[in-house]
């Protein structure tokens, strides 16, 4: 018999086809966070750091304010205008992404409409910087990528996880009647744990991640 995640993808909406984002193979990205993003911490870098660790889209990463989080429920809660489909939308952040943004915060005391990542001008960083990241680094990969390559970690590493909770972690469209299958109203406590695996899964040693 086929899980619950197998038999409510066919109430799923196809998504919207758009630009082909290469994106790195899952399996490489936790070598790339310890060495390519963790040894010099510039804002660039942390921007990156976060967006892979949190599945969003790099545009709500650069537009991020402090505000928007909740550092003590450990919640990101992103407008509506901020998003893609228009529908406000709350990211959960695992213990990693929680670090990072206490690290980013240090002893400052940002106010609300502070962004979290501003350019050296204060404004928002250039919607190339964390590609130039992966550039800087040798690698041929966009930023946006690194949704496929959390996507394809979950289906291929979490099977237990059905298919519509790491669609809405991604923050993409989920029926009504595929929610209300579920009897849940936004999977919010199934995609903070999925989100806490993926952190893991990013940041500590193979012998001591656990799913």
């Known amino acids: 018999m086929e ?30 966070v310890r060495t390519a993003l963790s040894p010099v911490p510039t804002i660039g870098r ?5 967006q892979i660790l949190t599945a969003a889209r790099p545009g709500e990463v650069r537009l991020a304010r402090w ?5 003590g429920k450990g919640d990101w809660n992103r407008p509506r205008e901020a998003m893609k489909l228009r529908q406000p939308h709350t990211v959960t952040l695992s213990s990693a992404a929680l670090a990072l943004l ?12 502070d962004l979290v990542f501003p350019a050296r001008s204060g404004k928002p960083l250039s919607d190339m910087t964390m590609t130039k990241v992966l550039r800087d680094a040798g690698l041929n990969y966009d930023a946006h990528g690194f949704r496929s390559s959390f996507r394809d970690w979950a289906a291929e590493t979490m099977p237990h996880v059905p298919d519509p909770v790491a669609e809405a972690a991604l923050a993409h469209a989920v029926p009504d009647k595929v929610v209300r299958a579920y009897k849940r109203t936004n999977f919010i406590e199934m995609r903070r744990e999925l989100l806490n695996a ?4 990013l940041t500590e040693p193979m012998d001591q991640r656990t799913n």
């Open 3 to 32: 899980g619950p995640g197998k038999t409510v993808t066919i109430g799923l909406p196809k998504q919207p086809k758009g630009r082909h984002f290469a994106a790195m193979p899952y399996i490489d990205v936790p070598a790339f």
């Open 198 to 201: 993926w952190g893991r899964f």
């Open 102 to 113: 206490a690290e980013v915060k240090g002893d400052q005391a940002p106010g609300p409409e």
């Open 46 to 50: 942390r921007a990156l750091l976060l």
């Open 67 to 71: 505000g928007q989080f909740d550092l």
